[in-house]
């Protein structure tokens, strides 16, 4: 079974600034089948990103993705007030579905 | 616009059963693979069942493999959970969740039922 392990737990930003937020599996992973997610405390998760670096529909470009093999990143490239959330990575193989433990981002 | 609706959550003792169910709409059902997903109180989102869109292929996570069985009734459009011998350790907000095949992601969630054990 392929652990994700996502860094840090929790990173406090303000709004503007960049964030980088990191999901670590422990064995290789097909690009293909890595996701990002997005929940707000009380609502269901939305998807991100899919494929690592693809965005989904609507999601705004300050959002993206990257990596391979193990090492993947999701980067917000300037914080707006919406996106103080918790990020969730995703893998799916071997007919398993794993999801990180999550980064919490919010306001410092 | 796609929509998923859970329902049946609730209270239920240790060592009883609950059976969920996620009405979908708005998209071909029957072309879609289909997940649970859980979240206990506070903490991440675990995977626990995968079906396909013609329901040959069943997978589940350890935690719940041989308590709980996935279904799917594609003339309604709906998808199933049926939970038995529940554990304190089932509490959680269960979500339905859309398999995206050329993404390989779940592209579309529903809002979620919760389900608590406890006697």
């Known amino acids: 079974e392929i652990v994700l392990t996502q860094s840090p737990g929790t990173l406090s930003l303000s709004p503007g600034e960049r964030a980088t937020l990191s999901c670590r599996a422990s064995?290789?992973?097909?690009?293909?089948?890595l996701a990002w997610y997005q929940q707000k405390p009380g609502q269901a998760p939305r998807l991100l990103m899919f494929?690592?670096?693809s965005r989904a529909a609507g999601i705004p470009d300050r959002f993206s993705g990257s990596g391979s093999g193990t090492d993947f990143t999701l980067t917000i490239s300037r914080l707006e007030p919406e996106d103080f959330a918790v990020y969730y990575c995703?893998?799916?193989?071997?007919?398993?579905?794993?999801f990180g433990p999550g980064t919490k981002v919010d306001i410092k | 616009e796609v929509q998923l609706v859970e329902s049946g959550g609730g209270l239920v003792q240790p060592g009883g059963s609950l059976r969920l169910s996620c009405a979908t709409s708005?998209?071909?059902?029957?072309?879609?693979?289909m997940g649970w997903v859980r979240q206990a109180p506070g903490k991440g989102l675990e995977w626990i069942s995968y079906?396909?869109?013609?329901?040959?292929?069943?997978f589940y996570a350890d935690s719940v493999k041989g308590r709980f069985t996935i279904s799917r009734d594609n003339a309604k459009n709906s998808l199933y959970l049926q939970m038995n011998s529940l554990r304190a350790e089932d509490t959680a907000v269960y979500y339905c969740?859309?398999?995206?095949?050329?993404?390989?992601?779940?592209?579309?969630w529903g809002q979620g039922t919760l389900v608590t054990v406890a006697s």
């Open positions: 995703q893998q799916y193989g071997s007919s398993q579905f794993t």
């Open positions: 494929g690592a670096s």
């Open positions: 079906i396909s869109s013609g329901s040959v292929a069943l």
């Open positions: 708005a998209f071909i059902f029957n072309n879609y693979n």
């Open positions: 064995q290789s992973v097909s690009s293909s089948d």
């Open positions: 969740a859309r398999w995206d095949p050329g993404s390989h992601c779940f592209d579309f």
